[in-house]
């Protein structure tokens, strides 16, 4: 199932559902009904895509500033949200490329709307409407071939949950068999491993006609087998630093780390094609 095609506002999307929980206004009362049966499931679940956000900009900082990679593909973009990945590399890599993939209406009318953004020249700042379900389109397209001529950092941010098995498998190992050695990938995805609620979840995406996916650690780790994976390896966010540099630090205050991991429910990881 995905949400490519024609803008449809009477069923919900997932880039529009996340956009609300991030406290976007790109997003449509059927979006909200289902967002509020998620939040009955998982209260918290703004909280973690908070998270989730502040984790991409994490190792992306991290990717771009201490690994030195200057191409970006980013799988699954969502709804412009400050700062996008574009803008953080550009941070550190000014003369960076970087690739765009989602296939959603909405994501795609924004992220051409962003007017830096430019999906025909050679370059800097791209955006491909491609269904990941068909990776092969991706890998064959030139604004994928135009990013191998140095090692890419290739960023799944939540979206691999969205597909049944094998697919989310199929698409990760065919990318990073396609991108020089040196290259990376980042990934956050949700686990009922850290909160069972998180099993409901993917029922309630599921119920309103999305697939979706959590999976245990052993199965997010299994994307990362033929990688080098990076300190501290398959982990909760909090235990990377945060995006502005200093620890993630709520335990021994008000909360247990077990009960802040529950809040946020997802495993992150980052690694390197050797
Ligand atoms: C939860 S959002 C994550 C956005 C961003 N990566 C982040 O972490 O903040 C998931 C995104 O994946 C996109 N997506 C879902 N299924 C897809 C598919 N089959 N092909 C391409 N994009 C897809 C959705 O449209 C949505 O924008």
Redesign the pocket.
Known sequence: M???GALDTNRP???R??DYF?GGKDNYPSDRAAAAQVEKVFPNIRRA?RE??DF?VKATKFIAGERGIRRFL??????P?APNLHQVVREIQPDSRILY????PV?LAHSRALGELDDTAEGLVGFVD????DVDRLIESDEFRNLLDEPVGV?????LH??PDPVPYTIVDKIMAAVPAGSYLSI?HATPDLNPALAEVGEVYRNNKM?AFPRTYAEISHFFRDLDLIDPGVVVSRLWPTSAGSPAEEVGHAKTAAEIDAEVAFFCGVARKP
């Open positions: 995905t949400d490519g999307s997932k880039a559902i996340y991030l895509a989730n956000r991409m980013d799988l699954g973009t969502g709804i949200t993939v989602d296939n959603d994501v491609i269904d990941l379900a960023s799944c941010f939540g979206i969205f597909f956050t697939d």
